[in-house]
């Protein structure tokens, strides 16, 4: 499946929607285990640019960890949440955002993003996903009688959404933090080159 591609959007000095000028961050979204963090974190490295982990923030803010407010104050609480600190992050611009796999799948978070930067999805199949989560007991949404049935479930009801995304850049098990912060950087400068460059 091929992202939505909407060239020339999120670039430094482009006019947003409304009048205002666009930040240049760069977001990465997709499922968990996909390695947002990780590649988030070389980003910034490289780039030299603030990076935000949105879960991170969400557990600082509430000082409790994200099972623990799934258990507490349940998805619909988190999911607002989760919309308040990426609208946050996002305000910063000039960063480099790791998001939630579900945060994308909210359309006023999908139009946050869009308007303020470039979307990347790390596009992982089932198979890479399930062996990087599959000993963590930090996801609350597989806390289920059938973990890999459920992440399966979740990665084909997504992938629609994921689509949307403004670059894809395909990651499998094989590939090196390093490996795959290269692709995400090639794509954005074969098809969002303004959002690399510098101030």
């Known amino acids: 499946m091929q992202c939505h591609q909407q060239l020339g959007r999120g670039g430094r000095g482009e006019t947003a929607a409304n009048g205002g000028v666009m930040r240049r961050n760069i977001v990465l979204i997709g499922m968990m285990g996909a390695g947002k963090t990780a590649i ?75 308007q303020n930067g470039v979307s ?16 963590r007991p930090t996801r609350p949404l597989l806390q289920t009688a059938d973990p890999y049935g459920t992440l399966e479930r979740l990665l084909a009801e997504r992938r629609q959404f994921y689509a949307q995304a403004d670059i894809c850049v395909p990651a499998s098990r094989s590939d090196t933090i390093e490996d795959t912060t290269n692709h995400v950087l090639a794509e954005i400068k074969n098809k969002q080159p303004m959002i690399l460059e510098a101030e």
Do not use: H, K
Not at 63 to 72: L, V
């Open 120 to 135: 990347v999805w790390l596009d992982c199949d089932l198979d890479t996903l399930w062996q990087r989560v599959r000993s």
């Open 40 to 114: 988030g974190a070389e980003l910034s490295r490289r780039l030299g640019r603030p990076f935000w982990d949105t879960d991170s923030e969400i557990e600082r803010a509430a000082a409790m960890t994200i099972p623990e407010i799934f258990a507490r104050d349940g998805e619909d609480f988190f999911r607002a949440r989760e919309s308040e600190v990426l609208a946050r992050v996002l305000g910063g611009g000039d960063s480099i955002i790791s998001t939630g796999g579900g945060a994308w799948l909210r359309e006023t978070n999908r139009q946050r993003i869009s």
